[in-house]
């Protein structure tokens, strides 16, 4: 379930009025702004970005620019932009300039529906006036290359029933391509889990473990290196359990070697309108923490207050 809904006595001009005064004069009130964005969906909040140019005769985006700054500014802008636009400015920084930061390639494209990958394709093509399957088959090489260029093409099977003959055979043919060979037949992985619905994946996973005596991912670390194994498995990480995958990535995002700012604004802006409230209750489960608590430790300042007040009290 989302942690941010709709307000129910919404009043546009109202919410612009604020948003206004907060940013007049000497200093910025930065928690009368947060207060506004983190108590509107998306929708509301795209109708006070555009009412409030009208009504004050500026630039909401280009006001918030100038009065914020890093985190902070990073976040509220995220959520003054619809998702697939944000995705697909962030994809394009990701792959600009020297080298291309594979991980964040990997964090917004793999745990994906097709949906959601066209929405972030159409977005990329209208902002940039440029492909992102050329772009990725430009900046990738080998087996990931393949990898991103087949799941952007968003072919991936989205029937909700499940075929277990197919699974069980799928199964077999993951092992054969992996533990069951000498080498590793890395384009039939890629065949099978960008094509097939995560929950076919899911029960193609149990049988895998069924056939070869092991978790699949155990498969994955085995026979593959880098960034390809890390996005093997998060498609895999994905198909088994949506909340727990992100649940993770957040941990990873805080608790890692230095905390991952970009990666918590795009999980939790991205899912509190989709399913953040179930994501913070399964991290509390896997991470005995709730996860607004452990947010609050890691970060200051009204970037915390930001984050917090999305995700809520789960």
């Known amino acids: 379930m989302a942690t941010v809904r709709p307000k129910s006595d919404f009043d546009v001009d109202e919410a612009c009025k604020k948003l206004q005064k907060a940013m007049k004069g000497a200093g ?42 890093g985190d902070l500014e990073n976040a509220v802008l995220a959520l003054l932009t619809p998702i697939p636009v944000f995705l697909a ?8 300039g020297a080298g291309t930061k594979e991980k964040i390639l990997v964090d917004i494209l793999l745990p994906r529906t097709n949906n959601e990958v066209v929405a972030i394709r159409e977005a990329y093509k209208i902002e940039f006036g440029r492909e992102l399957k050329d772009d990725l088959a430009g900046e990738l090489k080998g087996d990931l290359q393949r990898l991103f260029v087949a799941q952007v093409s968003a072919q991936r099977d989205h029937d909700d029933s499940v075929d277990r003959d197919k699974a069980e055979r799928d199964a077999k043919e993951l092992y054969e391509a992996g533990e069951g060979r000498t080498g590793t037949d890395e384009a039939a992985f890629t065949m099978i889990l960008v094509s097939r619905s995560f929950l076919q994946l899911k029960v193609t996973f149990e049988m895998y473990e069924k056939i070869g005596g092991k978790d699949f991912e155990e498969a994955i670390r085995k026979e593959t290196r880098g960034v390809l194994q890390e996005a093997l498995l998060t498609i895999v990480k994905y198909a088994k359990s949506h909340s727990k995958y992100f649940a993770e990535r ?31 209750k399964e991290y509390a489960v896997l991470f005995g923490k709730p996860l607004a608590k452990v947010v609050h430790s890691e970060l ?9 007040a999305l995700i809520g009290d789960h």
């Open 300 to 308: 200051s300042g009204d970037f915390r207050k930001l984050l917090v």
């Open 250 to 280: 957040l941990q990873q995002a805080v608790k890692g070697v230095g905390t991952d700012e970009k990666a918590l604004v795009r999980i939790v802006v991205g899912r509190s309108e989709i399913d953040l409230e179930h994501i913070a």
């Open 28 to 69: 910025t009130n930065e928690a009368a702004i947060i207060e506004v964005l983190s108590t509107h969906d998306a929708k509301q909040r795209f109708l006070i970005r555009e009412r409030y140019s009208a009504l004050c005769g500026k630039d909401l985006m280009k006001e918030l620019k100038s009065e914020l700054s």
């Open 89 to 96: 400015q962030e994809l394009r920084g990701a792959m600009k």
